[in-house]
């Protein structure tokens, strides 16, 4: 199962350690476990907690149990991170396939090839939006990316990506 849900990358991996000693051990429902992410990780929204909490389900870091969500006993790595987000992350392999390891590309050129892999469905979603929409989860596919070692960012202004 592809989960769709990619929050904004972090600064540094240790937040994804972080983010995963916050979801208790003992099975929570969704609004005790985001009320914990909100509080240990100063998150701006539940919104946001949602959708981290998503997103580390996707890392196998948590899991969804009859009982609720809990914090798996996989430790968090960069290796295990970024298979388990090119596994099980919607358009993440696709936007890693996008770039080239020699000639670096912008997260709109990324876009511009991945975007015809946006189902119909999430184009009438966001109707009017959606290419936005998209280009922001492009971006944040590419910070993923390079946080977990699978692109290298190699210009500023604007950033550019190659593939590792």
Do not use: I, N
């Not at 099975?27 to 992410?37: F, K, S, V």
């Not at 899991?63 to 809990?70: D, I, N, Y």
């Amino acid at each position: 199962m592809k989960l769709k849900p990619v929050p904004e990358p972090p600064a540094e991996f240790a937040f994804v350690e972080r983010a995963q000693r916050a979801v208790p051990l003992v099975p929570g429902d969704e609004d005790d476990c985001c009320a914990r992410l909100l509080r240990r990780l100063d998150l701006p929204s539940r919104d946001v907690a949602r959708t981290w909490l998503t997103f580390l389900r996707a890392l196998e870091l948590a899991e969804e149990t009859p009982s609720g969500f809990r914090r798996t006993d996989v430790e968090p790595t960069v290796d295990g991170c970024r298979a388990a987000l090119l596994d099980r992350v919607f358009a993440a392999a696709a936007v890693r396939d996008a770039l080239d390891p020699a000639e670096p590309r912008t997260a709109d050129d990324v876009f511009a090839a991945v975007r015809e892999t946006v189902p119909g469905w999430e184009r009438h979603k966001h109707a009017s939006r959606w290419e936005s929409v998209w280009r922001d989860r492009t971006a944040d596919l590419l910070g993923w990316l390079t946080l977990l070692s699978a692109a290298g960012r190699v210009d500023d202004d604007p950033p550019r990506y190659v593939r590792r």
